[in-house]
């Protein structure tokens, strides 16, 4: 499986952004889905992930109500609606997918991943 990020960029704070997430290769059975991000100087955060059917869907706190996380598995692509952007949301935003049911705290451990996406940028301006 591989995975492909993109949708990043620079943007002011207040703006929105939708980041993407497009899935090749053994795709079948990727149940689930989820998007990282790491600060300059910080560990990687677990953002939002979403099962195969997106009956499940995780936020962490600090981005719940703001951020939308959805899947088309007709296109194999995950997305990350972020709204009302500010400057402390700046960082690479990662994709990773995983065959494996998650629960509970497994959704933001990041070592329970297989797969990984380059990483997208987003930087936003105050």
């Known amino acids: 499986v591989q995975l492909q990020a993109s949708g990043g960029g620079l943007v002011q704070a207040g703006d929105s952004l939708r980041l993407s997430c497009a899935a090749s290769?053994?795709?079948?059975?990727?149940?689930?889905m989820s998007w990282f991000r790491q600060a300059p100087g910080k560990e990687r955060e677990f953002v939002a992930g979403?099962?195969?059917?997106?009956?499940?869907?995780p936020y962490a706190d600090s981005v719940k109500g703001q951020f939308t996380i959805s899947r088309d598995n007709a296109k194999n692509t995950m997305y990350l609606q972020m709204n009302s952007l500010k400057p402390e949301d700046t960082a690479v935003y990662y994709c990773?997918?995983?065959?494996?049911?998650?629960?509970?705290?497994?959704?933001?451990?990041?070592?329970?991943?297989?797969?990984w996406g380059q990483g997208t940028q987003v930087t936003v301006s105050s």
């Open positions: 990773a997918g995983d065959y494996r049911r998650k629960v509970g705290s497994a959704w933001s451990t990041s070592s329970g991943y297989t797969y």
């Open positions: 290769g053994r795709t079948f059975g990727l149940y689930t």
């Open positions: 979403t099962s195969s059917s997106s009956g499940i869907k």
